[in-house]
Each structure stands twice: as structure tokens, then as C-alpha cells.
């Protein structure tokens, strides 16, 4: 997987942007051979159901949201009606506090599908959110030249079109990173 840092920071070059959570995979008419898609969705179109819903409300109301197990109090992305690490029902939503680090990433030159065609090149990536559970998204508002494993981001948040709203992840200001201790 590219980005991971021990290249030189090679950003490599895939053709690939998978793993959005809830993210439909389907055709949308817009690929030869492909059958229209239903009711104008795209591969940004998550499929919402009642168990997702307060996941995208809250990204809706610019909140990210996380599960935690009470039995185990482990924190878990994606959102599971049972806990992966006890198998235990007992989860809660819980706010997330949009904090992360930048795990691996891929730059996205060349995508197909609507609407990503349009936003190539892109940085896929995974992120390493500050309550424990890794993330798939996108950085966004930094230069594929600046990406750097570690990198300190924080949430922001996307329209997608129909009122479906998502988490991306972006650099944190240097303004707001905490002081680092001289000679750290």
C-alpha cells in the first residue's frame, strides 16, 4: 500500500477509492456498458438505513460519530450493532472528537465513476481517529506533496449532493497543534 512511509513517502498511483462507509458500489449509467442507476445515485450515495441513520444525521449537523462497547469500552468504525473485539450487543453511539492521524493514503488519479472523476486527483486514505478505531476517507485542503504519515488532521465535512453529508479529513492549522515539548 502506498504512503506508508517507508518508501520515501511515495504516494503511488491507484486507480481505486473503496471504503467509504455505507458507500453504494453500483453503475450509474455514466460507464459504458453499465445499466443507469436508480433515481440519479452515484458511488457517493450511501445506502442509509435505519441502524446508519444517526451516523449521518449527526454528519449532517457537522458531528462524527463512533460506537463504543460497554462491556469492553473498545471503540469501533464502522458502526456494528455488536462489538468486534467482545461480540458484546452492548454499544452506544458515542461523539467523536474529529481529531486524527494520517495512517496510509493513496492519491487517485484516474476514477470513473461520478461524482469522483471530477475531484481526480484525490487522496484516499485511512486515518487513525484519536478514540482508537481507523477510518477510511479522503484529505482534502492539502497538497499530495505535504501528505506525511502521522500528520495531525481534524474532520471536516462534505455534500455530496441530495443532502447526504461526509466526513473527510483535512490538516490541522499549525495554530492549533499542541506545543511540542524542545528537543521532541
Known amino acids: 500500500m502506498s504512503g506508508r512511509g517507508d518508501g520515501g513517502g511515495s504516494t503511488g498511483r491507484t486507480g481505486a477509492a473503496s471504503g467509504r462507509m455505507g458507500v453504494a458500489s453500483g453503475g450509474t449509467g455514466a460507464t459504458p456498458g453499465r445499466a443507469a442507476s436508480p433515481a440519479g445515485r452515484t ?17 449532517a449537523e457537522g458531528r462524527l ?12 468504525h464502522y458502526p456494528r450493532e455488536f462489538c468486534p473485539h467482545c461480540w458484546s450487543e452492548e454499544v452506544r453511539w458515542e461523539r467523536a472528537s474529529g481529531r486524527a492521524t494520517l495512517y496510509t493514503w493513496s492519491v487517485v488519479h484516474r476514477n470513473d465513476l461520478p461524482p469522483f472523476g471530477a475531484r481526480t486527483p484525490y487522496a484516499a486514505a485511512v486515518v487513525d481517529l484519536a478514540e482508537g478505531p481507523r477510518m477510511m476517507t479522503e484529505i482534502v485542503e492539502c497538497a499530495e506533496e505535504d501528505l506525511r504519515i502521522g500528520m495531525e488532521l481534524e474532520v471536516a465535512f462534505r455534500e455530496e449532493g441530495g443532502g447526504v453529508v461526509v466526513p473527510v479529513f483535512r490538516p490541522v492549522p499549525e495554530a492549533d497543534r499542541p506545543a511540542r515539548p524542545p528537543g521532541a
Not at 458511488?43 to 454528519?59: E, Q, V
Not at 460519530?65 to 469501533?76: D, E, G, P, Y
Request: charged share 30%; hydrophobic share 45%; proline share 7%.
Open 43 to 59: 458511488a457517493a450515495t450511501p445506502d442509509i438505513d435505519d441502524f446508519t441513520r444517526p451516523w449521518w444525521d449527526a454528519a
Open 65 to 76: 460519530l463512533i460506537r463504543r462497547c460497554a462491556a469492553c469500552r473498545r471503540a469501533h
